[in-house]
């Protein structure tokens, strides 16, 4: 089977039209959408535009994030290059938390801004792309039009005119014979950081506690010393260390909670 349907090559052909010439930035975050959002970016855009393909590494990700990374690079036969934030060459949440002595809350996670939002920003002054690709799929549409209005009109949705879903973009990837990063293959809905301090889901935190005891009692630890509860049970927030260890929400693929441009746990 082809990796790309003849309807998508014909809307590719459309697309095709609307940019050249220009700067294309799209944005590597180690999972399968935006992996699928950079082939398709170079498919449609690449002969007539110049690309460039962006991650910024986290060092609490899991480890096999960068295996992935390599293999996705290999597969575009395209480079990906790192923005990383001056602030914080470490690239590590934990530092910036224990720095800012905040963890997560109403306004998002401090983590993100800094390591991924700033540190993207600061790689834009530098590089001045004139358009952005992100990995939102067809379920995102209104994220990304959230986006369009509140950081940038220039982004460019390549995953949604195809009408992809995040399972798609899965099949695409086992297809091309690109193995998925391990995280998904332990449960995890993304390939976000392990611990992720934007999730609040009493199933999410408990699955944590069973895959990875050992990250757990470190964000258990630290949000206790900062103050911060960071998970919701029966509507009131608790202490991580106080979360019974049958507590369950919602099913954890339910929840969606992207390490991006935006800070939030969607809904």
Request: proline share 4%; net charge neutral.
């Amino acid at each position: 089977m082809e990796t790309t349907t003849s309807s998508a090559k014909a809307k590719g052909r459309e697309l095709q039209q609307l940019v050249r010439g220009k700067h294309i930035a799209v944005w590597f975050s180690c999972g399968a959408a935006s992996a699928v959002a950079a082939y398709e970016t170079l498919r449609i855009y690449g002969k007539t535009n110049k690309v460039s393909i962006v991650n910024n590494p986290i060092k609490e990700e899991h480890g096999d994030n960068q295996r992935f990374l390599k293999d996705v690079q290999n597969w575009l036969r395209h480079p990906v290059e790192f923005a990383t934030s001056s602030s914080y060459p470490s690239q590590s949440c934990e530092d910036v938390w224990a720095k800012r002595k905040y963890m997560s809350g109403p306004l998002g996670a401090p983590c993100t801004m800094i390591l991924k939002k700033k540190a993207r920003q600061e790689w834009e002054e530098e590089n001045k792309p004139d358009f952005t690709v992100l990995g939102f799929t067809s379920e995102e549409t209104k994220r990304a039009e959230r986006f369009k209005l509140t950081e940038r009109d220039t982004l460019l949705t390549p995953l949604i005119q195809l009408e992809y879903t995040k399972q798609d973009c899965f099949d695409i990837l086992l297809r091309e014979g690109v193995r998925l990063p391990e995280v998904y293959l332990l449960g995890y809905p993304n390939a976000n950081c392990l611990g992720c301090v934007k999730a609040s889901s009493p199933t999410y935190w408990n699955h944590v506690r069973g895959v990875h005891p050992e990250v757990f009692k470190k964000r258990a630890e630290m949000s206790r010393e900062l103050g911060t509860k960071l998970v919701i049970l029966k509507g009131e927030r608790i202490f991580l260390d106080e979360l019974p260890e049958d507590a369950k929400g919602r099913d954890l693929k339910e929840y969606n909670f992207e390490c991006g441009i935006f800070c939030e746990e969607k809904e």
